[in-house]
């Protein structure tokens, strides 16, 4: 059964770090493109980060040269590591399985999220 | 980065047909920006409805189906239930980027 559980979330001081893990089950995450998806309270979805399954990333602008995706296969885990947060990072932080190798493996998977507070 | 965006609220009424769009600030909304839907309810996790345009999950609704529709990314509800009252959000690719749309309120009424 594929699962994804998110990790790491809570609250941290402006100008802090992060480090956010995604353990996956039921598949490998060198497999498939990764994906990390935030919500702030009350706002749309926002796209924030993708890694290749050959290991390129991307990043939204917002977050560019701040946030960095990475995974460990042989944890199984995706990461996100945030650097010098503001209280605009605020938000809930979703990681999805995105494409894989088969047509319908698309985005068809999602963690249930964890919340990362930026605050003093 | 591109600027997506859609209708901030519509209503349909139960039974009716909707259609929700997705444009794209850099022109044309083609097959190439790989569009997806999700669906998302207050608390909730998003759920996929609609990948590559128009192809549907094994647990999409029948009643849901995407195209592109005058430069425009698309997803139309044809015999909208209650339970289809929801946030939904269009996604496109940009070169290894992805931006999501704002995000249309449908309400059920």
């Known amino acids: 059964e594929v699962q994804l559980v998110e990790s790491g979330g809570g609250l941290v001081q402006p100008g802090g770090s992060l480090r956010l893990s995604c353990a996956a089950s039921g598949f490998a995450v060198n497999s498939f493109y990764m994906t990390w998806v935030r919500q702030a309270p009350g706002k749309g979805l926002e796209w924030v980060s993708t890694?290749?399954?050959?290991?390129?990333?991307y990043y939204a602008d917002s977050v560019k040269g701040r946030f960095t995706i990475s995974r460990d296969n042989s944890k199984n885990t995706l990461y996100l590591q945030m650097n010098s947060l503001t209280a605009d990072d605020t938000a809930v932080y979703y990681c999805?399985?995105?494409?894989?190798?088969?047509?319908?493996?698309?985005?068809?998977?999602w963690g249930q999220g964890t919340l990362v507070t930026v605050s003093s | 980065q591109a600027v997506v965006t859609q209708e901030p609220s519509l209503t349909v009424s139960p039974g009716g047909t909707v259609t929700l769009t997705c444009g794209s600030s850099?022109?044309?909304?083609?097959?190439?920006?790989?569009p997806y839907w999700f669906q998302q309810n207050p608390g909730q996790a998003p759920r996929t409805l609609i990948y590559d345009t128009s192809n549907k999950h094994s647990w999409t609704p029948a009643r849901f189906s995407g195209s592109l529709l005058g430069g425009k990314a698309a997803l139309t509800l044809s015999g909208a239930q209650p339970e289809d009252e929801a946030e939904y959000y269009c996604?496109?690719?940009?070169?290894?980027?992805?931006?999501f749309g704002g995000g249309t309120k449908l309400t059920v009424l």
């Open positions: 999805a399985r995105d494409t894989g190798a088969l047509n319908y493996e698309r985005f068809d998977f």
């Open positions: 890694i290749y399954s050959g290991g390129g990333t």
């Open positions: 850099t022109g044309a909304v083609t097959s190439g920006h790989w």
């Open positions: 996604l496109l690719s940009y070169n290894g980027a992805r931006v």
